[in-house]
């Protein structure tokens, strides 16, 4: 039996209500499951109970190990990003319930997610986006027949998607559904290996964050691992709402910076940050890694010579994971979040610059 | 022991042997090897003896059910289509024959393979293209640090990359590594359903259309079906190289037609042709399907609404699917092979059209 569960203050909903957030404290919700090994020992995330699963087909994505780095490919999920394991289990909650219209406010993977499982559940969608969004991602929304509504900045986005009652707020920032349907990717990562000690995680509301720490402690609660691995946040310079909670790290970023290439990590309202930051002092993270442009298309370049086309967003992550191997002389995983084949094949600034070099 | 062998006249080379063709006859050569059910029943394909595979992850792409549609999503390979299977072969080949650098010659994906599995291998990569290829493309082939010459049309930039001698040519439309690793899309299927009856297969130089029937062919000499599935081709108006060999079935194609759509179906020199044929004749293909850009248009915004992101190319494969489950009151396999996330972020003509209406 699935219930809704309050991290905070421990109260309980039926799985079905259609909170997002705690009733009493405010806080966002989690789902929680009775959890056990199922028999023949095959390790699998429960659908929860009642739930007709919306899928394309996501998840079991790829590692591919290369000396200290093991990636682990989820820009290889249906609609290229690791959002489509969440919005499958938020659209299915969503039509489950019996919205016919569902809205959503993203910097541009989560809204395809959601226009794309939308469309395959027959749903109606609304995302709310900054004007900045790359205009490739909002040429994807549209093709999957969602309606977009542009904003100054993604906070902007976000207050006017939760304030749109004309259907159901699926936000990825505060549905638990959501998050339930990232934590398979720890599963995964443990079906591969079972000596798992350092994760970096790019943390924009953290979802990704989030869904990893609950399968991990999902997982130890089993009893099939010891310890949850460390898992260190990685940050978008400019963009930080973890430097007054962990120490920071700075790679190439200056107070004033503010990144261009790391869209997808602009959010700065987190209903979730409580649980984040106490669930990075759980995960034993000794910093948050914050990361400059430089620093991001340096790695991006990289990437693109082993062969592997992620986004800039994605970039910033390999680029912490390059001076968290050497800090702390470790092999580290590196979940890879967002397809390049969005961005690459539109031309813009600065992204050619660093790919192309002065062209 | 795998050998390299020639389907025409029987004769065997040194798996290790550099050609493409047969000395003898001219023929495109196939790999063959001694067939075997592993130990513990897991049925998957062979690395040829003493190849270190070049890997991105690449395979293992998830099904989709869907009303009387069994989609196998090739467009979630790495680099966005069923090209990286092959390439991941071909340039572990050109890798253990001691060569620094290969050539190629395509519309786009295929390049895009040959460039990323290269960076992987640390190889040199030279793509020969067409000038009407889509420009998204030809940026991700850059991106991966390839070098890319362009063509007047793709039978020239064939042409042309067969006659560059400055490194191994690679390229797909006759190499016998690549088909090799192409098959393994026929186990998969196999793994997930047995009673598999009829594959629609989309037909440009056949690397797909043979290789998934070596596959099968291959599993019927194990014993582990009874039957190969009906295999038909399909090609885009105006390019067909099979009307002349197979009775051929016009979904909104006139006589004068050219599809601009479906550029990855434009190539006519095709040195496998007789093996297509042939092949065409033991899948029992009942016609051909020649598919023109209004029913592509219109399954490609069908294929959107359904959630699933592919290039246009690959909902030529889905109108013909379309066709043939009606035709033949049948369950019906749809590989769709490239992704959309690289042409749907570029504003283009006529896709637009077709996907956004007039905008």
Redesign the interface.
């Known amino acids: 039996m699935h219930v809704l569960r309050c991290p905070r203050c421990g109260i309980e909903l039926d799985l079905l209500a259609k909170q997002h957030t705690c009733p009493r404290c405010g806080e966002p919700l989690l789902l929680k499951a009775e959890l056990r090994v199922p028999e023949g020992g095959g390790l699998e995330s429960l659908v929860p109970d009642g739930l007709k699963l919306v899928?394309?087909?996501?998840g079991?994505?790829?590692?591919?190990e290369l000396g200290n780095y093991l990636f682990k490919?989820e820009f290889?999920?249906?609609?290229?990003s690791f959002k489509d394991r969440g919005a499958s289990l938020s659209i299915s909650r969503a039509l489950k319930l019996g919205f016919r219209m569902v809205i959503e406010d993203s910097s541009g993977n989560a809204g395809i997610s959601t226009a794309?499982?939308s469309?395959?559940a027959g749903l109606k969608a609304r995302v709310y986006v900054p004007k900045d969004a790359?205009?490739?991602?909002l040429?994807?929304i549209?093709?999957?027949?969602a309606e977009v509504v542009t904003s100054e900045t993604r906070d902007e986005a976000h207050k006017r998607a939760v304030s749109d009652t004309s259907g159901f707020y699926v936000g990825h920032v505060v549905d638990p559904f959501f998050i339930e349907g990232i934590k398979d990717i720890s599963l995964e990562l443990y079906s591969v290996r079972r000596d798992l000690e350092v994760v970096v995680v790019p943390v924009a509301s953290g979802t990704l964050f989030l869904g990893l720490l609950k399968g991990f402690e999902e997982l130890r609660e089993l009893g099939l691992i010891d310890e949850v691995p460390t898992l260190i946040p990685v940050e978008a310079c400019g963009y930080s709402k973890l430097r007054g909670y962990l120490r920071s790290v700075y790679l190439e970023c200056a107070e004033s910076d503010k990144s261009l290439l790391a869209d997808a990590l602009r959010l700065t309202i987190v209903p979730r940050l409580r649980q984040i930051v106490e669930g990075a002092l759980r995960a034993k993270a000794p910093y948050v890694a914050v990361v400059g442009d430089r620093a991001i298309g340096e790695a991006l370049k990289e990437l693109?010579?082993?062969?592997?086309?992620v986004e800039p967003s994605s970039a910033a992550t390999y680029a912490a994971a390059k001076y968290v191997a050497k800090d702390l002389s470790t092999r580290v995983v590196v979940p890879l979040t967002g397809?390049?084949?969005?961005?690459?094949?539109?031309?813009s600034e600065p992204l050619d610059r660093y790919?192309?070099g002065a062209q």
């Open positions: 899928t394309l087909g996501e079991r994505t790829p590692t591919v490919l290889l999920n249906p609609t290229g794309a499982y469309a395959r790359p205009q490739g991602k040429r994807l549209r093709a999957f027949g693109y010579s082993l062969g592997l086309p397809s390049g084949l969005k961005y690459v094949p539109v031309p790919l192309f």
